[in-house]
Every structure is written in structure tokens, then in C-alpha cells.
């Protein structure tokens, strides 16, 4: 060697300094935030470094670069280690104040990393366990994309780095036994196994052998020192090769570098202060100060960001020597638009439902909505939570996705809702997928830890919940939703709709397609229920959330406000009001959330300004007071269901339109008398 490369290499910054960097950026900005969590991106910087240095496939320019490797951090808590990678590799968006201002209003660098505040993050990951989920619907998008477009186009890996948290909980059950059963061969799982959380050691909670249990699941395991990276790099090479979903399980020391808190509880969520900080920098043997990276260590990680470009570069070449049909239908996919055949098709269906008025369920008129809309639309994703013939999710054409033939479009989850619902969140933020899927309304309390992360980062995920109300019948009251409509709609970000009938189903429908950047609940009946839309109407009635379905013949005395199964008990009742002389207009209210973003003068007129109002809903009345008003009166739950069938409870309950009669005479009286 001459005396200018031994220079040069002496300026090369080694494994050790790259991940020091990571280390000191998240210790200082913790502390500048005077909160947060240090210990896990000390402890995990040795394997992001390896990963990312040796590893992944991504360009900091390119962050939307569609077959990418996806990194996506479970242990979220650990967000400085995901933001100082960022950084580091030259995202724009992540400059050096963003991590000054960690933690801090209107920064891109949130307590936890949330989806779309800066590129790079590929979803956001607070609960533990949602992040890994999430990943297997990311990993499962990339087999199918691969084999619809192919190998040339589609070609990543999914990694995620979770935490003792994360394999806790519960979640990470459902996912990791789906995709061993799937054979997820390109999810590689880092393991942050540093046998530390909150509380203590994780002895005090668990004694789980992780690797025996992801073993059992069909995963390949591997077990290596979390420091040693040549140990590292040779574990994921091997995760890389399996034809197996991976979990390297790294055994790490949290906080690792700081004298005293390192391997403690101590170093896991707050700032290790200004002394101990001072001290890890004396033992790694890192001099300089805090937000300042040595520029050899600076170049070295930008040599990192800048090794995608060539490979997208190679990738670009490929995707635009496809025929121009086959690239349309790949970027039409990847940018989440809708074929232009959908809107005749939906118009076709609606004119054939206005000269057939089905009766139907509600859960059967989605079936036959999706029959049309999956034969124009290659994106869907369909499944069910093995309650296929309940849900009605299953269409003819869409075939079924098994470990061995991805190119099947139907999905049979399992009894994993949870799991599912998270997987179609990685799916969608995937992209070049429209995933829905079903279950019974009860059980979206058991996927609402992933039905509010969709709605948070606002992805196009449609929840097929059926069997919605005491309607269900003999299956009784652990069966019955009371209180999940009111529960669904408190969600931020979500759409809940509860159509009325088939045409307000592929009305429904067609808003749920179209919502690019929210998530939708589409609310089902397990009944039979009559048309209430008689007459074919080119535009969509529901998109407004609510309309008036029949008008008063007369002066309006009474609205009836109602959704559902009980907008027919609505239009029953009006028909004996309008009888017995009281002037009585139907409003059907399939959608709040679209109602509420209608112009004041709309929602005014929608609700029937003078009149006496009354909710009719099979449900608990929470939500309904601002819609009836003070005057106003509820016809609809209590308390839980019973078991029997439907037509009793109906009865039993007092959802009549006999009941709604009586109720508005006593009110109108009531007001009359004031
Ligand atoms: C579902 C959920 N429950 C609780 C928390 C709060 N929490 C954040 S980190 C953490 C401990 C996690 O321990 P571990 O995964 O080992 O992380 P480490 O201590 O290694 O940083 C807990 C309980 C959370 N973020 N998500």
C-alpha cells in the first residue's frame, strides 16, 4: 500500500464508527427532547448497519421507487434508530434539524414514526406487534405483484426489526403463523432480543423460547451475537436464501456503550442523561459532539444511500422495455387508480337492481357487488376471516392465493382477524393492491388495534362486517353488535357504511373503491331486507352520506332518520304516519363521516329543520342525540340482545315501525302541549 492509501483507507470509516453515529444521533436527540427511547437503537445499530450498509435495496432520491426492500421498525418506540438511518443515507426530508427537533410539534420526527411525515418510513409501527403484521401483508403483496407482473418487476424482501414487545404480544402470533403457513421466503425478521422492556429483564413475563416458537411456526431461525457483524451480515445472507419466512434472533445489549445503564431497564425510554452520555462517548471513542457526524462516517453512509441508483437504474430499464399494455396496467396498479370500465360496470349493475329490487341481505348484495367490481378491477384482494360463506367475499373469478400460487386473489386468513387486518394495511401501503376483507361486526373489536392504524395512516383497506346487529338472531348476544357502530364511527379516518339495501351496497361500494386514502367499514346485514331504492339514478345517492329517500306528502312533521336494516322500518312507519295524517319524510344516513363534510345548508335541509326528528338505528343511541336533537326521540338498543330469532327480537326490542308510530304521536303530543 502507498503512503496515500494507507491515508485514505485510514479514513474509511469502519462497521463500528457507522453505527456509533446511530448511536450517539439517538441518544443526543433523546436527550434534546428530554424524552424518548435510546437504549433500543444503541443496542440495535450494530444490525441496522449491517442491514442497510450491506443489504437493502433503496434509493434516499427514489423513495417511492416501488420494488424497493421494505424496512419497516415494529419496535417503533425505537424511532430514533429508523430517523438517524434517514438521515444518514441523504433522505431529504430528514435533515439535521428534524432529528434537533425530535419529538417536537410539526417535525417529521414523531414519538414514533408516522406514516407519511417523512419519506422513508414505510408505516407506522407505536403498538408493538403491528408493525411485524403489517410487514406480512407487505411481504404477501410483493409474491402476488411478482406474479402477476413478474420477477423483473417485482423483486424485494420485507424486513422488519421488532423487539421482546413485539413477539409479546398477541398479534405477532396471527402473523407470524400465517406467514410461515404462506412460506413468506422473502420476510426477514430481526430479533432485537436483548431480554429487556419496561418493567425489567423479560424473565419477569416470559419464558418463551422465541426461535422454538417461530420454528414451530415453519420459519427458518437463526441465532447470532447482535455486535458481531460478520456474524450478522452471514445470518441475513442465509434469512435472504431460505425459502422460509426468517427470524434472526440477535442477542443484543440494550443501551449498549453507556457505563451504567446499558443492559438495564434504564437505557429503554428515557434520556440517559448528560453524564452518562459524556461517558459512552469516552468508551466508544467518540469524540465529537452532539448532531455533529465526522465526515469520513458521513461519506461512508452516503456511499450507502447512493448504492440503489444503479440497481433502479437497471430496474427503470426493465420497466420500460414492457409493451405498452403491460406498462399501463403496472403503473395504473402501482398508482392506485381504478379502471375507467369500472364506473359502466357499476352503472350497468344499479340498472339492473333498480328493475329487479332484490330482496336480499345486505351481506349478499356485497357478494354480488364484488362479483362485478372483481372481474374489472385486478387489485382486489378479497378474504375472509374463515367466515367465507357469512361474509359473502368470495367472488368467481378471483381464484385462491395457497403457499404454493400466489396469483390467486382470494385469501383464506383464518380465524386470525387481528392478523388480517394489520396484513391488509401492508398490503395496501404496499401498494398496487385494493384489499378487503371479512368478518363479523362483533370481532372488528379484535382488529381495532389494526383498523386504527389504517385509518391513522390513511390507507385503502375495506372491512366487510357482517351479521350487524340482534338481526343475526339465534347465534344471541356474544354474537350481537350493540355498541360497534358508535365505536367504528369515534374512529377518526374511517368511513362506516351501512347501506339500506343492494343499491345503496354498490353505492357504498363504489365510494369505498374510491376513497384512495381511507379506510372503509362496510356494515352488513345477515337479514333479508326489502329494496328501499326503487328507481335507477346516475349519480351516487350515498356519496353525500345521507339524503332524503322519501319525502313528506305535505308539510313535513316528522323525519325519520334511519340506516341499515332499519331504514325499511323507517319507510314502514312513515307510510302509517302519512296515513293517519302526520306529514313524514324518510332520511337514509348509510355514511356520518361523507354527511358530516356536506356544506351546512345540505346537512340542514337533509335533517329536517322544524320537524320532529327520530333515530331508528338496531343499536346502542350513542352518535344519534346530534342528529334528532334536544326534542328529538330513539328507537333502537338498550343494552345487549338476546338470544332468538330475529323477527322476535325485533319485536322484543321494540325496532318497530309500530314502535316508531307510537313514539312520534307521544312526541308531537309532548311538543304540542309545550
Ligand atoms: C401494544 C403496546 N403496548 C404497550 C406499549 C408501550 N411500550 C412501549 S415500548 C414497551 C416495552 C417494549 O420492550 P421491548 O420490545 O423489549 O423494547 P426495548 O426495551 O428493547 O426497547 C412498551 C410496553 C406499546 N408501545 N404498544
Redesign the pocket.
Known sequence: MTSSETEAAADVASHGEMANAIRFLAADAVQAAKSG?P??PM?AADMATVLYARFLKFAPSQPHWPDRDRFVLS?G??AMLLYSLLHLTGYEDMDMGQLRNFRQLGSHTAGHPEFGAAAGIETTT????QGLATAVGMAMAERMLATRFGDALVDHYTYVLA????LM?GISHEAASFAGHLGLGKLVVLF?D?Q???DGS?DLSVSDDQCARFAAYGWHVARVDGHDAEALAEAIAAARDSDRPSLIAARTV?GYGAPNKAGT?QA??APLGDDEIAAAREKLNWPYPAFEVPNNVTSAWRDVGARGGDVRAAWLERLDALDQNDRAAFDRAMAGDLPASIIEAMADYRKELAEEKPQMATRASSGRALAVINKVVPETVGGSADLTGSNNTLTPDLGFLTPADFSGRYIHYGVREHGMAAAMNGMALHGGLIPYSGGFLIFSDYARGAIRLGALMGVRVIHVLTHDSIGLGEDGPTHQPVEHLAALRAMPGLNVFRPADAMEVAECWELALEAKDRPSAMVLTRQGLPAVRLEYQEDNACARGAYELIAAEGEAAVTLLATGSEVSIAVAARNHLQSADIPTRVVSMPCWELFEEQDAGYRRETLGPGTLRIGIEAAVSMGWDRYVGENGGFVGMSGFGASAPAKDLFKHFGITAEAVVELAKTKLAELQDE
Open positions: 427511547h437504549g433500543m443496542g419496535a418506540h425505537g407505536g403498538p408493538l406487534g423487539g421482546d414487545g413485539c404480544e432485537d436483548n429487556i422492556s419496561i423479560t440494550i431497564s429503554h425510554g
